[in-house]
Each structure stands twice: as structure tokens, then as C-alpha cells.
């Protein structure tokens, strides 16, 4: 996916020198052999603490863009040759200390007779009529590289073929949100997309007209989402959330036997079955696709080194001096520059270093002095040690906010993105602020306040776990009288409550676009429990 509003982060900063090898696999649409693999396509990333659980934090990652619902006949499953991970980086050091994986196995009752996904109502997991089903297992790897089966041959929930097919969706989902031993819940199956943007941003940023923003593209699109919730201690450094409550996130592709050359030494990464190569990945798989940060590769990443930047490891991200000279002297500033006649922040930007590759925080040496979410606030974590790297990192201390501000930390909510990231936080307002110097000055470019008029997901997102709303089934190209240009509504399937029930179009999480200085002056003035 892609957006206006990347905030220049150095996720891109590790890539120099590195370039497809023959057989390379691809990663978000943004780069561009994704089109061929779109299964491996990790959309989105999401790190919060459990509004309904506040000792558990849920994370959500997503693939597989633009689902259009009556995508028959096969649907859209998860790759049954791949790995699926959500890694966890405790310590600041840039590799992961847990990495929760998730492999899915094929099954058909009718594969030589039969096409339908489904040959009747599917009412259970069970039934004989769903005729393809999924499972998987999910297992955990700490940083010792121990390993612990979770789940063996659990059932992942179906697309939602539409509502004469499956009545009741949410039914289905409920069959398929499982108990994680140790505490916990997982869910896998299909979901409505919670991202929300007007990607009419690649034309030329609307136009030159931001008058023509505000269509939410991806309304009516679904998603494959993993969501797993797990105690705090369960992430937390020598697992102390009260010592050490920052934790970094970011998600994974693995596709086995696939090749990223790396031209610094001019030979693809090698390895041999059951060892484990110098990333710190199993031998024989390895990285395809990667995500943190929303909007990093899409519009931060130049062309030639977005394939690889989804094959490299957080730990290498400092290590690419062009890429990093890229950020701190952002293109999209400019752009904005030559087009609305808005001046470019003063660079080199190293507000936004801090706040993508260090984390916040008064001892990071960067502009920000305000204490947020860095590992290094963690009591346990070797100064030495830390390095720089792209990552969404979180503080599982900051309280739930009774009312959630959908612009974060710049609306004053300290639990909203940067400080990772809630389903209803509008990213791309607020990496849009803050390329334009927002963190820096306190204060908001008013001739941008509106942003990309998109404020909210198309579906609102539930109260309990795994919180994504369900999927939408109504063909987002579809055309009729109360739709003219284009059904975007979803359809009832699983939400049905009865006979030509509505469903509501989401609604902004607080109306407007409004801002003030009041968050950043917040951050400045509040540490952040630690």
C-alpha cells in the first residue's frame, strides 16, 4: 500500500548495494516484483495495548491487498509454501528476541470432482460443505533460537464468499479465534481492510488540487490478517514489563529456496538445510517481504532498492549511508514544495531519524526531548548495544486512552502512532505533519490540516479481540442505482442481523481534521512511564 503522508523513515536505510538475485521473491506492492507474489505482500502492521485486556498487547499483521470480495473461485488463502512471522525486538539491538510464526497447510474434500470453494451453506468450520479449508501451526522462537510449538493443525477461518454461502461470517471467525497456551488468543482468516487512504496521491499529489482528495480507495477491499494477543511479560526484555516496556515490531514474509543477492559481495545469501543463516532466519528460507512503519518503502525507498529493502534485517538498516542521507533530506517535503508552494522543513531532518530509527527519547541524542518510545528507556537494555533500526516500536506502559484521538501523538493521545499504532490511527495525516516539521514546531501546516480527507477506516473496528471488522462481500466495482460510481458498501454477510440491515459507513474518530500543538507540547513536558 502506499500513502502521501511516509514519514521518511530510514527503514530504507540499510539497502545500499543490494539487488535482486535471479529467483527473487517480492515483498509490498510498492515494490516492484510484488505483483507476482502477492500472497508473500505484508500490507500492514499494527502493535497496541488490548483496549478490553489492558496486561495483553495485540498485534496485527496483514496481507494479500486489494481482495475484491467475489473473487471466486478460489479465493484468496494463505500461502501454504511461505511463513508468515511477527517478530519482536526487546532489547533494541535490532534482531528479534521472539518471532511468532504462523504455516498453513492446504485441504480439499472434493479436489477431483469439484471447483466450488464451497458446495453448499457453510454454517461451521466443519461442515462438509466448505470444501477448501486451511490450518496451520503456530510456533515461537526465542533469541537463544529455541523453538516451541504453540498450535499444530489449527483451522484458519475461509474468504467470505457472500452472505447466501456464509450467512453468518462472524460465527465462523469465532470458530477460528483460538486460546494460545501460556495466555492469549490468534486469529487467521480474512478481514475487512482497516488501512484507509486516497491513493489519487500518485497523481501528481491530487492534482495540484487537494480539493480532489478525500475517496477512501480502499473501501470495500479485504485483507488476510494474523492477529495474536499475548501477556505483556510475554514481549517485555528477561520478561519485565515494568522495567523494560518498549518492544519494536515488525512482520515478515519467508519464502523457501528464494534468492536476494547482495552486491556487496556479489553472491546470493546461501544456506543449507537445518542451519541457520547469518540472518538469523531458518537455512533454506528466506525474507521476501518485510514491514514496521506504514509507508516507508512505498514513497521513501527509491525504485532500484526497494526489493531489497524487503530482504534486509532491521540491524543492517544504519549501515546504508545513501538511503539514510534520503531520509534525513526527505523527497515527499519537496514535492510538496514545488507543487502547493509550502517550504520544505529545514534538513537535515533528524526529528525524524529519532522518531523511526532510534525511538523518542531524551537520551537518543536526537531533537525531541521527551521521553516516548525508545528501547533505550528500558532499565535492562545495554546502551552499547542498542542500534538504530527501522522498527514500530511500542510502549506497553502508556495507559489505554478512554477516547482516542485518531492523530496520536500529535492530538495529545500518547497510546496513538508513533507510539505503535491502533487500527483507527490515521497515519497518513500524521506522517504528513510530520514530514512537514509538526514534531519539530509544535504546531500544524494549516494549508494541510485536512490531509487526504480519508479519516477513518470503511468499517469500523470491533471492541474485543481480533478487533478487525469483518469482511466486506459486496464487488467493490459494483454499480447500481443507490451506487452509481461504483458499490463500495460492503455486504452483510456475517454482520447480518436480519433482512435488509444496513451497514453504517465508518465515522471519523473525532470529526474533522482539527489539531493543535497541544500533543507535541504534551510529549515534551510528560515522560512516558517506563
Known amino acids: 500500500m502506499a500513502g502521501i503522508g511516509v514519514l521518511a523513515l530510514l527503514a530504507a536505510a540499510g539497502l545500499a548495494g543490494l539487488t535482486p538475485g535471479v529467483s527473487s521473491a517480492s515483498s509490498h506492492r510498492e515494490a516492484p516484483l510484488v505483483a507476482g507474489d502477492p500472497r508473500a505482500d505484508n500490507t500492514d502492521v499494527y502493535a497496541f495495548t488490548s483496549p478490553d485486556k489492558p496486561d495483553t498487547v495485540t498485534l496485527v499483521a496483514n496481507w494479500i491487498p486489494f481482495e475484491e470480495p467475489n473473487g471466486g473461485p478460489n479465493f484468496y488463502p494463505f500461502a501454504d509454501d511461505a511463513h508468515y512471522n511477527i517478530k519482536i525486538d526487546s532489547d533494541g539491538d535490532g534482531k528479534a528476541d521472539t518471532t511468532y510464526t504462523w504455516t498453513f497447510t492446504n485441504h480439499y474434500k472434493d479436489e477431483a470432482n469439484q471447483f466450488l470453494y464451497n458446495t453448499g451453506v457453510v454454517n461451521n468450520l466443519t461442515d462438509p460443505t466448505l470444501n477448501f479449508t486451511q490450518t496451520y501451526t503456530l510456533t515461537v522462537t526465542r533469541a537463544d533460537g529455541s523453538t516451541k510449538t504453540l498450535l499444530k493443525d489449527v483451522p484458519a477461518a475461509p474468504s467470505n464468499v457472500g452472505k447466501a454461502s456464509m450467512p453468518d461470517y462472524e460465527r465462523l471467525r469465532k470458530q477460528a479465534t483460538l486460546e494460545v497456551p501460556g495466555g492469549g488468543q490468534t486469529y487467521a482468516g480474512q478481514a475487512s481492510d482497516p488501512f484507509f487512504l486516497d491513493l489519487r496521491v500518485f497523481d501528481l499529489l ?95 525507498v527509491p525504485l532500484k532498492y526497494k526489493d531489497a529493502f524487503n530482504a534486509l534485517p532491521p540491524v543492517e538498516d544504519h549501515t546504508v549511508t545513501p538511503v539514510v542521507n534520503a531520509v534525513k533530506d526527505p523527497i515527499v517535503p519537496k514535492l510538496v514544495q514545488s507543487i502547493y508552494g509550502i517550504p520544505a522543513p529545514a534538513t537535515p531532518r533528524n526529528d525524524l531519524v529519532e522518531i523511526f530509527l532510534t525511538g523518542i527519547s531524551k537520551n537518543s541524542g536526537g531533537p525531541i526531548q521527551a521521553d516516548l518510545n525508545s528501547q533505550l528507556l528500558n532499565a535492562d537494555v545495554s546502551k552499547a548495544a542498542f542500534t538504530p533500526s527501522e522498527e514500530l516500536r511500542l510502549n506497553m506502559a502508556v495507559p489505554v486512552t478512554a477516547q482516542p484521538n485518531r492523530l496520536g501523538v500529535l ?3 500518547l497510546q496513538g502512532y508513533p507510539n505503535g499504532r491502533r487500527l483507527n490511527d490515521d497515519v497518513v495525516d500524521i506522517e504528513l505533519q510530520a514530514l512537514e516539521g509538526a514534531a519539530q514546531t509544535g504546531t500544524i501546516v494549516p494549508a494541510l490540516a485536512a490531509g487526504d480527507g480519508v479519516n477513518a477506516p470503511y468499517r469500523q473496528p470491533s471492541g474485543s479481540f481480533p478487533y478487525v471488522a469483518l469482511p466486506s462481500t459486496l464487488a467493490v466495482n459494483q454499480a447500481d442505482a443507490a451506487h452509481p460510481g461504483g458499490g463500495v458498501e460492503a455486504g452483510l454477510g456475517g454482520l447480518a442481523r436480519g433482512a435488509g440491515t444496513p451497514v453504517a459507513g465508518a465515522a471519523a474518530l473525532c470529526g474533522g481534521v482539527l489539531l493543535t500543538g497541544a500533543g507535541v507540547l504534551v510529549l515534551r513536558r510528560r515522560r512516558a512511564a517506563q
Open 411 to 413: 492530538g495529545g493521545d
Open 206 to 300: 491530487y492534482g495540484g488540487n487537494l480539493k480532489e482528495s478525500g475517496h477512501n480507495t480502499l473501501a470495500g477491499y479485504n485483507v488476510n490478517t494474523i492477529a495474536l494477543q499475548v501477556p505483556k511479560a510475554d514481549l517485555a526484555l528477561k520478561g519485565d514489563a515494568t522495567r523494560n516496556p518498549v518492544i519494536g515490531v515488525w512482520s515478515t514474509t519467508d519464502r523457501k529456496g528464494a534468492v536476494v543477492a547482495d552486491s556487496r559481495t556479489n553472491s546470493p545469501d546461501k544456506g543449507g538445510e537445518g542451519k541457520k543463516d547469518d540472518k538469523g532466519g531458518e537455512a533454506g528460507w528466506h525474507q521476501v517481504s518485510r514491514l514496521g512503519n506504514p509507508l516507508v518503502n512505498e514513497v521513501v
